[in-house]
């Protein structure tokens, strides 16, 4: 079976970055592509594991050679997915989960309508601000300046296949999980592995 390449997106603070993490700890055909970003890494971050961190020419040079899949920039760092990796990943028969936000899943939709595509909804932008806040990540004005563009973010949710509200760490949690879990039953994904049980069963 060949893996599903799966985007997983939302504002600032809307906990992608946790459930995708979840995701992949508990079901062994998951993993997440990791991205290039110009950004310097944060505290705890780790190169190639949590992001392949890159200088911006060295981005740049990238970019120019078509190797990214989708690129954008955010926040004033540039952000890209490698389309060999991805590829590699999917032959194997992984299932890819992209980290993206609503710029990067428009290109790649572009280039791959069969990506499969989820988007996470706070319960309100009161308890996004209280996240951003909470996390320690960014000064005041930052928050306030992911805050701004918060709303212009979940307005693209319309663009997505499925979509889960991030109120229950452990409901979205469930959530998401049940939607890649199911995916894998479709009968055009597992058919040609189901051939031998089919012929035994009768069904040629």
């Known amino acids: 079976m060949r893996g599903q390449l799966w985007i997983v997106a939302a504002p600032s603070g809307g906990g992608k970055t946790s459930l995708i ?3 992949v700890e508990r079901l062994d055909y998951v993993v997440e592509s990791v991205s290039h970003t110009t950004r310097p890494p944060r505290a705890g971050e780790i ?3 949590h992001y392949h961190f890159v200088a911006a020419q060295v981005f740049a040079e990238m970019v120019e050679k078509g190797d990214f ?3 954008a920039t955010v926040f ?6 490698s389309g060999k990796t991805v590829d590699a990943l999917l032959e194997s028969g992984l299932d890819v989960i992209l980290n993206i936000d609503w710029q990067g899943a428009q290109q790649i939709c572009a280039r791959r309508p069969d990506t499969r595509t989820v988007f996470l909804l706070p ?3 009161e308890a996004l601000r209280v996240r951003l806040t909470k996390r320690g990540q960014d000064d005041l004005a930052v928050v306030e300046r992911r ?3 918060a709303k212009e973010q979940i307005s693209h949710y319309k663009e997505f296949d499925y979509v889960i509200v991030n109120d229950d760490f452990d ?3 469930q959530a998401l999980l049940a939607i ?3 995916a894998r039953l479709e009968r055009k994904r597992c058919e040609d592995d189901l051939q031998p049980l089919f012929q035994q069963l009768g069904q040629h």
């Open 69 to 71: 899949l989708e690129w």
């Open 147 to 149: 805050m701004a563009q």
């Open 171 to 173: 409901t979205a949690t």
């Open 47 to 49: 190169d190639g594991t």
């Open 180 to 182: 890649l879990s199911s």
């Open 123 to 125: 319960p309100s932008l």
């Open 76 to 81: 004033d760092y540039a952000y890209g997915t």
């Open 21 to 23: 993490a979840q995701a």
